[in-house]
């Protein structure tokens, strides 16, 4: 998750900085891509609060640590980010491609139209 979040991260700041620049057309089908992503990780918000919930084994000792054990693969802990945590990052990374998609959209058009205008003048 981290290097996907670095990665999108990176796509912002080129789109930002004019480094690279789509087509509407040529973005289209990324943009279909994560907007279902992002609707279909969404639609998990359920489930993701029920996960968070301490799981009710028992009460003797091995009953109360696989507990903990459950609760910390779902919301970080020792050795792992977290179900949860890792989702929410997905979606910051999905939502900032996103993001970058439409700059860079917004870029092409720009240079599109400069360049159409130059060439009738």
Do not use: H
Not at 20 to 39: H, P
Not at 53 to 59: A, K
Not at 86 to 94: M, N, P, R
Not at 103 to 121: F, G, Q
């Amino acid at each position: 998750m981290g290097a996907m979040t670095a990665n999108a991260n990176s796509l912002a700041q080129l789109a930002s900085s004019g480094g690279f620049a789509i087509s509407r057309t040529g973005a289209e089908n990324y943009t279909k891509a994560i907007d279902k992503a992002l609707v279909e990780l969404g639609e998990l918000r359920g489930t993701l609060n029920d996960l968070q919930q301490e799981t009710r084994l028992g009460t003797s000792p091995d009953a109360i640590a696989m507990s903990k054990y459950n609760l910390e693969n779902v919301t970080g802990g020792s050795g792992t980010i977290g179900i949860v945590p890792a989702i929410k990052q997905l979606i910051t990374a999905l939502t900032q491609a996103r993001d970058a998609l439409e700059l860079a959209t917004s870029d092409y058009e720009a240079v599109e139209t400069d360049v159409s205008t130059r060439l009738k003048n």
